[in-house]
T-cell receptor, first 112, second 113 residues
């Protein structure tokens, strides 16, 4: 399976701290995406990093991609209670349909 | 601009009953998707429609059928619901299969007794 696996499964931090979650995948990819899911809601796209990029920033988010290790990390700096959510990585399939495989997610809790 | 909408939000069925989950998008997207999400698991693709007039099976299609009614609407039908189909169902869309970002609806929480 190409499905990504996030690590850790759950993470609890104090407001203001940084949160780091990791994603590993199994096959070569041309991009990797991160999505956020608030409780009871649909997924929302956060950021996409392409295989020729090593690092990408968007506001308080920093994503890295190491294609040699087949892994990515998502760093949220200066976390806020509103960042409490589940975070998923998604990788494209190698089929012509270019569908997405989603990992099992990291549940982040930011304590005020 | 409502994005991706799904109806109903919640549904309880008895084993053997049938129902159709509705999805519509107003972003003029060509591709639409149905996923299910179960506790401790990521999203699993049930069916997808790369463009109007086409539908294809995803990872877990058994027990489901779909209809791409027009460019806006993509419905998911359970002909004879089973307890194993208790899940949260999400519809998503994107501009085309070559556009990477998907846009998700709010989900339908289905319980089959």
């Amino acid at each position: 399976s190409q499905q990504g696996e996030e690590d850790p499964q759950a993470l609890s931090i104090q407001e203001g701290e940084n949160a780091t979650m990791n994603c590993s995948y199994k096959t070569s990819i041309n991009n990797l995406q991160w999505y956020r899911q608030n409780s009871g809601r649909g997924l929302v796209h956060l950021i996409l990093i392409r295989s020729n990029e090593r690092e990408k920033h968007s506001g308080r988010l920093r994503v890295t991609l190491d294609t040699s290790k087949k892994s990515s990390s998502l760093l949220i700096t200066a976390s806020r209670a509103a960042d409490t959510a589940s975070y998923f990585c998604a990788t494209p399939t190698q089929t012509g349909a270019n569908n997405l495989f989603f990992g099992t997610g990291t549940r982040l809790t930011v304590i005020p | 601009n409502a994005g991706v909408t799904q109806t109903p939000k919640f549904q309880v069925l008895k084993t053997g009953q049938s129902m159709t989950l509705q999805c519509a998008q107003d972003m003029n997207h060509n591709s639409m998707y149905w996923y299910r999400q179960d506790p401790g698991m990521g999203l699993r693709l049930i069916y997808y429609s790369a463009s109007e007039g086409t539908t294809d099976k995803g990872e877990v299609p058994n027990g489901y059928n779909v209809s791409r009614l027009n460019k806006r609407e993509f419905s998911l039908r359970l002909e004879s619901a089973a307890p194993s189909q208790t899940s949260v169902y999400f519809c998503a869309s994107r501009t085309s299969p070559w556009e990477d970002t998907q846009y998700f609806g709010p989900g339908t929480r289905l319980t089959v007794l």
